[in-house]
């Protein structure tokens, strides 16, 4: 290897990820850490460890200097970045490569080609990748955006050229709403972005969100590994994604994969990457952007290709080259799952506090990447993802139930979870066709968490059931009257009961 000591620039599920791949590529790992995470898992499995600051990621996760000069003092000699936090920032990467140190992502140039929604648009059309029809220069006023609206005809979509994330983009179905959707589109640009450019594509109504992953390695080697669907979201959150896509068959994952290759090639890319596109329903598609990273989600294409792409962003950036050949087609199906801090219940409030108790699915076709244990206290500085659980099955359906059953296995005590809304997209008829587009989830969110009553009288009857058992306990002396037994009993009680009471549902 071309270097010896990695350090992980991440937390959670994906430092441990890349320490992993340390592990068994025979490289020393190094990581970091805030003082909440002195004692994480990503922590303590790793070789070495730096503290590199407070809990806040802006004064910890965030600050390059500090995490360039941990490198130095420890003799790391290659910095991974995971995905968040620093993992995008163009200055960063130059940084690094101007510390003498190994990148393990795409070159900075790569970085700052991508970093642009208009500036890749029009890198895309010059090589030709597929864009949504619309400009590619920003747009003067609301009247011109009106007039170039006409053209494209309505409903039309105004995006911030900066933008990422659905910030700073309004759909506008008339040319009445022209006006005020141009005024929110430029104002929320401003504030999230720091730049009021906003341009037009015309809106395509409920398509997929399909990506797709790429290598390249510093050979000229640019291949695609297949597609990610990724169109159960909410809020541009991804809940769940699977590979390969129901709706992408042989032929239009040729012709995908060769857009992606063209767009990364374009970008003069390097590393491991991954271009979205929309999928219409016509099978039409078109590319949005390039995530210059790894990305969360990239585990469902490990297990439907066998090809470790965490390892191989490490072979890559030590100068190997790719082995593989040209037209990859999927093997079985993968699904992931998001298990995050989040009470689907209450309109998906983070949920903080101490995890008492975990059990972690296991068995057939099984893959926990998790970055929490027993122990671990969930606090609101950082993400809310636990872990991911994915699965593998010859085919969709088995993966499906497969998904059920490990989910049906999972305990989490101490935090609310997602987990209830994974088991109950796993039930829902429309997932199980695999009929979902990008607003799906948002559609079906109130009816499917409808049941979600149930929950509650349980943990009502759970409560009930402990105070009667302490009541005979103590002889019917409870201390502090019902309301003082209720917080007495609730802790030690609603825990055990509500772990037993849902255990077989
Ligand atoms: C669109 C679109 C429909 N038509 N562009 C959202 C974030 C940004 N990356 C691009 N996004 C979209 N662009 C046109 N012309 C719908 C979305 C969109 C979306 C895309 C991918 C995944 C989830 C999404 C949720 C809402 C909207």
Redesign the pocket.
Known sequence: MKFKSLLVVNRGEIALRVVRACQELGIRSVAVYSDPDAHAPHVREADEAVRIGPAPSSESYLKGDVIIAAAQSVGADAIHPGYGFLSEREWFARAVRDAGLVWIGPPAEAIAAMGSKTAARTLAVAHDVPV?P?TTEPLADAAEAARVAEKFGFPV?L?AAA????KG?RVVRSSAEMAGAWESARSESRKAFGDDAVYI????EG?R?VEIQVLADTHGNVISVGERE?SV?RR?QKMIEEAPSPAVDAALRRRMGEAAVRAARAAGYVNAGTC?F?LDKNGEFFF??MNTRIQVEHPVTELVTGIDLVQWQLRIAAGERLPFPPDIEPRGWAIECRITSEDPSNGFLPSTGRIDYLHVPSGPGVRWDGGIEAGSTIGLHYDPMLAKLIVWGANREQAVERMHRALRELIVVGVETSREFHLRVMEDPDFRAGAID?QWLERRLPSLLGGAAADESLRVAAIAAALIAHRDRTGGRVAGGAAGAVAAVESAWNRGARTDAFRDR
């Open positions: 949504v619309g979509l995006k933008g990422g994330g659905g983009m594509e015309k809106f395509i398509p969100h990724c979201q541009h979205e929309l949005l952007e990008i």
